[in-house]
C-alpha cells in the first residue's frame, strides 16, 4: 500500500531482532529500508511480516557484509530510495549487523543530513548482547556537522583549484556554525588570508599584502597552538610567498623579474584551471615584462618613460617614442633590441628574442596560436599544447614563474 513518508528508517540487519523492533517503536517512522546479508535477510522478513501493514519497506541485500565497499554503494542506495520517497527525515539506525557494516553506513551517509542512532542497554549478557527489556536509544551526532567537514573540504578543494572566492564562501559557511572562541579566531583568520590570495591573484598586490599582514600570522600562531601540522605546513609556506610580494611592493609601477615570475606563476594557475585562453595571453605580456624588467635592471631605464633617461641616455631619447607607439609584440622587441645595440651591448634578452621572433627560431610560430586567439585578433581556442610549448620554450630564457602556491 501506499503511505506517506515523511520519516524513513535506514537499518542495518543482524542476527537479533529485539533491538530492531526497539528502533522501529522509538523513531516511528513511515518507511523502513533494511541493508542486511544474505544471513540476516530473516530477520528482515519478519519484521516485515509483523509490521507490513503499517510501514513501507524496501530491502537491500549485500553479498559480502564485510566488504566496506560494497556496504558503502548499498547504504547510498539506501538514502537515493529514501529521497526517492520524498523523505522529509531520514534515520539511519547501525545498531544491527557487522561492525563493518556499521563502518560503512557512517562513511556513506555522514554529511548527507542523516541522523544517526544507535540501540544500547544498561544490562547486558554474558556474550555483550543488551539484555531484552533494558534496550536504550541514542541519538548520535554527525561529526561532519560538528566539524564543518563538509565546509572544511569544500574550502579545501577551491583553494586547490585557485577558486579563492568559493573558498571564502565555504569559510562564511564554516564561520557559521557553533565554534569555540579559538575556532572563530583561526576561520576568521584564515577567511582575511584568502581574501588576500584572492587580491593577489588578481595582481592587486598592495591590499593582498595588507591583508597578510593582518591575518596571516595570527592563523599561523592558532595552527601551532592546536599543532596542527597540514595547516602549520600551507601557513608557513605562504610566510615564504608573502616575502616574494613584499619584493614586489617594493618596485611598485616597475618591471622587475619578482613582478615577471609572479605574473608567469599566474599563468601556471590560470592553465592549471583549464584557462588556456588566459594563460597563453600572461605569457604574452611576460616577453613583454622580460625585455623591460631586463634594460631596467641594467640601465634604470624604463623604455616607455623619457623621465628615466638620465644624461647618460638622452642621445637615445628617441627610442622612448618609439617603444611608445610600437603596435605590437614584434615591433618592441625591435625597439628594445636596438636600444641595447646603441648601447653597445651585445647578446641580451631582448636582441635573442628578437631574433628568434624574426628569424629561424620558434617564437614567431609559437606566438601565432595567441595571436589567432579570441582573446587577440582571431577566433582560434586555444589548446593545452599551445600554452606548455610556449612556456617551456621561455623557461629556456631563464624565465622561470615564482613557486607555487602551497595547497591544502
Known amino acids: 500500500m501506499e503511505t506517506q513518508t515523511h520519516k524513513v528508517l535506514i537499518l542495518t540487519v543482524g542476527q537479533t531482532l529485539e533491538p530492531l523492533e526497539f528502533s522501529l517503536s522509538e523513531h516511528t517512522p513511515e518507511g523502513v529500508i533494511f541493508v542486511a546479508s544474505q544471513g540476516s535477510q530473516p530477520v528482515a522478513g519478519e519484521l516485515v511480516r509483523r509490521y507490513g501493514d503499517a510501514l513501507r519497506f524496501h530491502t537491500l541485500l549485500l553479498d559480502d557484509p564485510e566488504d566496506m565497499g560494497e556496504i558503502f554503494r548499498k547504504a547510498r ?111 576568521g583568520h584564515l577567511k582575511g588570508v ?88 600572461r605569457l604574452y605580456r611576460a616577453i613583454e615584462m622580460a625585455i623591460e624588467a631586463d634594460i631596467f635592471e641594467r640601465t634604470g631605464v624604463l623604455l616607455d618613460d623619457e623621465k628615466t633617461f638620465t644624461e647618460a641616455y638622452k642621445e637615445h631619447l628617441s627610442f622612448a617614442k618609439r617603444y611608445q607607439e610600437a603596435s605590437g609584440l614584434r615591433e618592441a622587441l625591435s625597439v628594445a633590441a636596438g636600444f641595447d645595440g646603441a648601447l653597445g651591448a651585445t647578446n641580451t634578452l631582448a636582441q635573442r628574442l628578437y631574433a628568434e621572433y624574426t628569424g629561424k627560431g620558434q617564437l614567431g610560430s609559437l606566438l601565432a596560436a595567441r595571436n589567432q586567439s579570441i582573446l587577440a585578433h582571431g577566433h582560434q581556442p586555444v589548446s593545452e599544447a599551445h600554452y606548455t610549448n610556449l612556456r617551456d620554450y621561455l623557461r629556456g630564457f631563464g624565465l622561470e614563474p615564482a613557486p607555487a602556491w602551497p595547497n591544502w
Open 77 to 187: 542506495e539506501a538514502l537515493r530510495k529514501a529521497l526517492e520517497w520524498e523523505a522529509r527525515v531520514i534515520v539511519a539506525d547501525i545498531t544491527g549487523g557487522t561492525k563493518t557494516m556499521a563502518a560503512g553506513a557512517v562513511l556513506a551517509l555522514s554529511g548527507q543530513g542523516v541522523t544517526f542512532s544507535y540501540v544500547g542497554g544498561a544490562k547486558r549478557d554474558d556474550k555483550g548482547r543488551v539484555v531484552s527489556g533494558s534496550e536504550q536509544m541514542r541519538l548520535l551526532e554527525d561529526p561532519t556537522q560538528r566539524y564543518g567537514l563538509r565546509e572544511w573540504e569544500g574550502f579545501r578543494r577551491a583553494w586547490n583549484q585557485c577558486d579563492y572566492r568559493a573558498a571564502q564562501e565555504f569559510l562564511s559557511e564554516l564561520l557559521a556554525r557553533p565554534l569555540t572562541p579559538s575556532e572563530l579566531r583561526f576561520y
Open 194 to 281: 584568502t581574501e588576500a590570495m584572492l587580491d593577489w591573484d588578481l595582481f592587486r598586490h598592495k591590499a593582498a599584502g595588507e591583508k597578510l599582514k593582518e591575518h596571516l600570522e595570527p592563523a599561523l600562531a592558532a595552527a601551532e597552538a592546536w599543532g596542527h601540522g597540514a595547516k602549520v605546513r600551507v601557513l608557513q609556506a605562504l610566510k615564504e610567498a608573502e616575502a616574494r610580494l613584499s619584493q614586489i611592493q617594493e618596485k611598485e609601477g616597475k618591471p622587475n623579474t619578482a613582478l615577471l615570475s609572479d605574473l608567469l606563476a599566474n599563468a601556471e594557475r590560470r592553465a592549471a584551471r583549464g584557462r588556456f585562453d588566459d594563460a597563453l595571453a
